[in-house]
Structures are given as structure tokens and as C-alpha cells.
């Protein structure tokens, strides 16, 4: 690429990066968000996850400036919020979608938030059919059930064409086909050279969409990275092996890089080597193969992990267990 052509993508990345640095809210004597530094960048979705009470609602507040820090700073492009020239062409928000004037129809309402930014009616009824709402365009907002209401918030942030997307629990309520809808539009979204940043408590969902992860707790950064290094860094991946030669293959395999561990006469679980390396093992040693697969750790599992010791609340079960 030419020189040129690199310092304008560099230029276009930063505009659009999402920064948070040495980010702290307290409220009285309790620190919600302590000390936390991290970056969304843009062509990725990234996944924004913590237990209930880790500061999540609170630093998406901070980041659109609903909230103030006490410290550290979180910015857009190096802007804070409050300072963006024209922010709902550049950032477009959902943090509630109930927070909407239950009298005005849903086309209504996006002409009103449209209207200071010179957004007119084409635009508002475009995001509405791109939402699936063009058909009821002129129902009150009110009568909205949850996932028609979620569609809604998702239009509104969606109204100024933005760079950068904020969404908080935008799976919430939808129906199957509507969270197939949003997962792709998302995808596509992050694919133009978008940031996508997203909180949700739906593991298996943010594991077919997120390609990163923040992972906060008690206010605290505790993961961040891609969603493979981020389990990775808690529940390596494994190799499964079914062998009528699990010894042989055990004693051929052993080594201080790696680990094999027997689960039954004919089962191995190793760590530290992939599964062609164990396959062209075996086929050196003559080892017959009956299964040969990789294991991980699901996000869910990888994130309980992760954030075992910064729940608010456990149950007694959950300690005894």
C-alpha cells in the first residue's frame, strides 16, 4: 500500500478508535469504574462483558456523556463526547430502548432527534424499513412491544450514519429471526471499517458476533483481546484422542511442553499440541486413531471463570460449588 494510502487508513482508524484510559467513577465512597484503560477498535465487533455491578452501564454512560469521570478519560477519536462537532452523525447510541416518548409514533420520534442535525424524513424512514418497522412507521411507540421498541433504539442510533456504534443489550427481546437480523447487521457494519461495541449477558450470541472482548469486573479491566485469546487465557484449548494405543501414544507424546492426561483406557486430553501435530505423531508411532478432535472452553465458560472472583452477588450453592 502506498505511503499516502497508510497514514489516511491510520488517520481513519484513530478517528473512529473508542479510548479509555485510567477511567474512574466513584459516587460518594463506593468506585463503580476503577483505574480502566482499553481500546475498541474499528472493522471489529467487539463485546463489552461483566457481571451485574461491574461498571458496564456506567462507562457506557461516561463514554456519551451522560456521566462525568472522577478520573482518567474515555474519548471517540480522541474527543470526549460533550466536544464531537456533530455527534449523532458520528455516534450513534442505545442505551435504552424504552427511552422514548411512548405518545410519539416511531417515525415521529427520529424526525425529532433527526431535526438539530438536519436529518430529515428519508433518512428516518430508511432506517425504519432497514429495522423492519416501515410497516409501522406511524404506531405509537408506546404500543411497541420489547423487541419492536429494541428495533427502534437500534434505528435511532443508526439515524446520522454513524462511524461508531454503542449498543447496550441490543439483543434483548428480539425473536430469533430478529437477533439473526441484528447479528449480520452488526457483522456488516464492523466489515465497512465501523466500531461496533456492544454489552450483553448473552454468551452465545456475543460468541457468533464479537470478534473482541472487554471483560470488566468490580470496575476493574480483567480480560481483553480477541475472543480466542481471551478463553485461551484461561481454558487452553485441547486434543481429544480415542486410541486402542493410549499408553503408547501418551509415552510418545510426553515432554515438558506438554500435558496428556488420561480420561478412560482409550481416551487422551493433551495440551500443548494441536491436533495434526498428535495425528502426525501417531502416524509416525503407527498409533490407530478412532477420534481425533479440538476442545475449548465456550466464552460462557471461559468467562466464569474469569470473573469468579468479582461477582456481586453468589449464591450459597454457587460458593459451595
Not at 455516534?91 to 442535525?117: C, E, F, I, K, Y
Not at 466489515?191 to 461496533?196: D, L, P, Q, Y
Not at 495425528?279 to 508411532?285: D, F, Y
Request: hydrophobic letters at 40%.
Amino acid at each position: 500500500m502506498p505511503r499516502a494510502d497508510v497514514a489516511s487508513a491510520v488517520k481513519r482508524q484513530n478517528k473512529n478508535m473508542i479510548v479509555s484510559h485510567n477511567l474512574t467513577k466513584r459516587y460518594s465512597e463506593k468506585t463503580v469504574v476503577d483505574d480502566l484503560t482499553f481500546t475498541v477498535r474499528p472493522g471489529v465487533v467487539t463485546g463489552f462483558l461483566g457481571p451485574n455491578g461491574a461498571g458496564k452501564s456506567t462507562t457506557m454512560r461516561m463514554l456519551v456523556g451522560l456521566d462525568r469521570p472522577t478520573g482518567g478519560t474515555i474519548t471517540i477519536g480522541g474527543w470526549r463526547y460533550e466536544d464531537l462537532p456533530d455527534p449523532v452523525r458520528h455516534l450513534g447510541v442505545m442505551l435504552d430502548a424504552r427511552s422514548v416518548n411512548p405518545s410519539r409514533t416511531a417515525l415521529n420520534h427520529l424526525l425529532v432527534v433527526g431535526d438539530t442535525h438536519g436529518i430529515g424524513r428519508a433518512r428516518a424512514l430508511e432506517v425504519l424499513d432497514m429495522v423492519g418497522l416501515g410497516g409501522v412507521a406511524g404506531k405509537r411507540a408506546g404500543g411497541f412491544s420489547l423487541g419492536m421498541s429494541q428495533r427502534l433504539g437500534i434505528a435511532t442510533a443508526l439515524l446520522g450514519d454513524p462511524e461508531v456504534l454503542v449498543l447496550d443489550e441490543p439483543v434483548n427481546g428480539l425473536d430469533p429471526d430478529g437477533v439473526l437480523w441484528l447479528r449480520q447487521l452488526l457483522v456488516r457494519l464492523a466489515e465497512e471499517g465501523r466500531t461496533v461495541f456492544l454489552s450483553s449477558h448473552l454468551m452465545s450470541e456475543l460468541s457468533l458476533i464479537a470478534q473482541e472482548l472487554v471483560v470488566i469486573g468490580q470496575g476493574c479491566l480483567l480480560a481483553a483481546g480477541t475472543v480466542d485469546d481471551v478463553i485461551d487465557s484461561v481454558a487452553p484449548q485441547k486434543t481429544r484422542v480415542v486410541t486402542p494405543d493410549a499408553a503408547r501414544l501418551a509415552n510418545a507424546l510426553d515432554g515438558s511442553t506438554v500435558d496428556v492426561r488420561r480420561a478412560d483406557n482409550e481416551t487422551l486430553f493433551i495440551t500443548g499440541k494441536t491436533a495434526r501435530e498428535v495425528g502426525i505423531i501417531a502416524a509416525n508411532e503407527g498409533v490407530t486413531l478412532f477420534q481425533l478432535t479440538t476442545e475449548r472452553a465456550s466464552l460462557e465458560e471461559a468467562f466464569m471463570q474469569i470473573t469468579r472472583n468479582s461477582v456481586e452477588y453468589t449464591s450459597h450453592e454457587e460458593i459451595a460449588g
